[in-house]
């Protein structure tokens, strides 16, 4: 049974430092592996998706890596600001569509 | 723009009623779901599509109704069944096996029951 488990379950920084968000899970034989944010109140936005045949993928001041064989993902954050404070969520699919969730990293950046 | 329009953002609900939440996609997803979020929780499954005229349960589907007649369509009935409505109802659609189940969520609304 696949399971995901984040650590830290929260984390505050101050503003401008460089920052490691982890994202572990049990089944190696995964699809892909997807980080979203969430702000209060609000809906989940993706931020980056990972197929199973790739190690990483970078948008902007994020990155996100892949190692299957470890059952690990991390996301980079680069110099990061106040308006990156949210909840951060990472997922893997069941082969059925279905998404398991972590129960994410909730990142505060001070300014 | 492509994406997830949920309606309405906010929606009250006296006891005994049935209230209908709206979905609607532009992105041509063939999959569709519904997720229930509690404060400080993590998100629960409550039905999801993966083709049209077709749906299955999730995790928590008691008190709750599907339907799923147009691709862009899946709209969620909470009804007079579901003893604790009170949450954030979060729509989502999915690329497919082939495309790497890439998720779209909308923005989500809150119900409340008074």
């Known amino acids: 049974k696949q399971e995901v488990t984040q650590i830290p379950a929260a984390l505050s920084v101050p503003e401008g430092e460089n920052l490691v968000l982890n994202c572990s899970f049990t089944?190696?034989?995964?699809?892909?592996l997807q980080w979203f944010r969430q702000d209060p109140g609000k809906g989940l936005t993706s931020l980056l998706l990972i197929q199973s045949s790739q190690r990483e993928q970078t948008s902007g001041r994020l990155n996100a890596s892949l190692d299957k064989s470890s059952g690990r993902s991390t996301l980079y954050i680069a110099a990061s600001q106040p308006g990156d404070s949210a909840t951060y969520l990472c997922?893997?699919?069941?082969?059925?569509?279905?998404?398991?969730w972590g129960a994410g990293t909730k990142l505060i950046i001070k300014p | 723009d492509g994406g997830i329009t949920q309606s309405p953002k906010y929606l009250f609900r006296k006891e005994g009623q049935n209230v209908t939440l709206s979905c609607e996609q532009n992105?041509?997803?063939?999959?569709m779901y519904w997720y229930r979020q509690d404060p400080g929780q993590g998100l629960r499954l409550i039905y999801y599509?993966?083709?049209?005229?077709?749906?299955q349960k999730g995790d928590i589907a008691e008190g709750y109704s599907v339907s799923r007649e147009k691709k862009e369509s899946f709209p969620l009935t909470v009804t007079s069944a579901q003893k604790n409505p009170t949450a954030f109802y979060l729509c989502?659609?999915?690329?497919?096996?082939?495309?790497?189940?890439?998720?779209?969520f909308g923005s989500g609304t809150r119900l409340t029951v008074v």
């Open positions: 992105l041509n997803h063939d999959a």
């Open positions: 599509s993966q083709i049209v005229n077709d749906f």
């Open positions: 089944d190696s034989a995964i699809y892909n």
């Open positions: 997922a893997v699919p069941r082969s059925n569509y279905q998404l398991i």
């Open positions: 989502a659609s999915s690329t497919g096996q082939e495309e790497g189940y890439g998720y779209t």
